[in-house]
């Protein structure tokens, strides 16, 4: 990097400069998202001394193999709270009130957890947790009383954030004025682990259109291209509020809406809902592809007497294992959608389409 940019970020985002190669030295293990290690790299190694930032990814490599739950091993991690009356754990953890006993409420995703106890100050000051949840490092407590059989054990009793809980834009855009837009460029192509020198001009704006759904409301995007070119990666790893559905399934009560249970489905719960292998979408509920037409144009769809609102933007990444004049002699350059989204025209006009490799 051209340490004129370097300085420039050093000065600007203090202690928010991580070196993106760390990562992978301590992925092997835990199997957290890239930004939540980035988050405790930024924490613990965000230093341009190579000494300290060795020290520092140490540190963060402890924390993860004393702390983290792995799903298999949740068992004996509750075992070892109630043996213990306590341990700290990492885990992604959810919140929701429960009216009926006036209380919050976590959910833990490795751990299995539900109805544990968690104070009224943490939802508060970090409301991503009533929104999808977020990944944390949290001191457990267990306090078994015979005479309360309604409440959990489990309580969480100090709950610390290990991915950035919030944004503060004004912080950003104070940042943001001492960049020109050609290093600003450089810099977000680097945060989502790109390297903008390898690309000319034109490249460097196709690799930035990835990033678009995840900033705008109701963008349907569509990617298609070759292996291995880290179209899935952008929505699985650099973002909390995106979620990857793998394989493609899913259904309407998931996606949209569940009439069951009342309940509001990925477009009303994330920013960005991704598609990770478009030949895979299961159009075998005769509502799918109709109403994900009705959401593309108008943000809206329909569910019983209800019409739903939602602002997530939707993203359909496929492969194409041919070039594009093999493509286009052979069949169409939608060949990777099932049939009745690539040949529904109705369906591709309410798309952006991209296709990296071919630029």
């Known amino acids: 990097m051209d340490q004129v940019l370097l300085d420039k970020l050093v000065a600007n985002f203090p202690g928010k400069i991580v070196r993106k190669d760390l990562t992978k030295k301590i992925k092997e293990g835990a199997n957290v998202p890239v930004y939540v290690l980035e988050y405790l790299l930024g924490m613990y190694a965000s230093s341009l001394d190579e000494e300290l930032v060795n020290k520092g990814v140490e540190n963060v490599k402890n924390i993860l193999a ?19 009356g306590g341990y700290t754990i990492i885990d992604k953890i959810s919140v929701s009130l429960n009216e009926r006993m006036d209380q919050y409420e976590a959910e833990f995703s490795n751990l299995g957890l539900k109805g544990v106890r968690i104070g009224e100050e943490y939802p508060k000051k970090y409301d991503r947790l009533l929104g999808g949840g977020i990944w944390c490092i949290v001191q457990m407590e267990y306090w078994y009383d015979e ?3 309604r409440n959990s054990p489990f309580i969480a009793k100090k709950v610390d954030p290990i991915q950035m809980p919030g944004l503060d834009i004004e ?17 977000v192509l680097r945060s989502v682990g790109m390297e903008p020198t390898q690309f000319d001009e034109r490249v460097k704006w196709l690799h930035l259109a990835r990033l678009v759904p995840l900033i705008e409301n109701n963008f349907n995007f569509c990617e298609l291209g070759p292996r291995g070119t880290g179209k899935s990666h952008v929505y699985k790893e650099i973002s909390p509020n995106s979620i990857l559905i793998s394989g493609g399934q899913t259904t309407v009560a998931n996606l949209f809406y569940n009439m069951a ?23 075998k509920d005769g509502d799918l592809v109709q109403i994900m037409k009705d959401y593309m144009a108008s ?3 329909a569910r019983g007497k209800e019409e739903k609102n939602a602002s997530a933007s939707m993203v359909f990444v496929g492969n194409i294992n041919q070039s594009i004049d093999v ?11 099932p049939e009745k989204m690539g040949m529904d025209s109705a369906f591709l006009d309410r798309m952006h389409c991209y296709l990296p490799g071919w630029e």
């Open 66 to 84: 004393r702390n983290y739950v792995r799903p298999d091993e949740a068992e004996k991690i509750k075992a070892k709270i109630r043996e213990n």
């Open 147 to 149: 005479n309360d059989q």
């Open 171 to 187: 912080e950003v855009k104070q940042g943001r004025s001492a960049f020109t837009e050609e290093e600003w460029i450089d810099v």
């Open 261 to 283: 249970s009342r309940t509001m489905g990925l477009v009303g719960m994330w920013d960005t809902v991704a598609f990770d292998e478009v030949a895979g979408i299961n159009v």
């Open 299 to 301: 943000g809206s769809f």
């Open 327 to 337: 493509i286009l002699k052979t069949s169409n350059l939608f060949e990777p959608f």
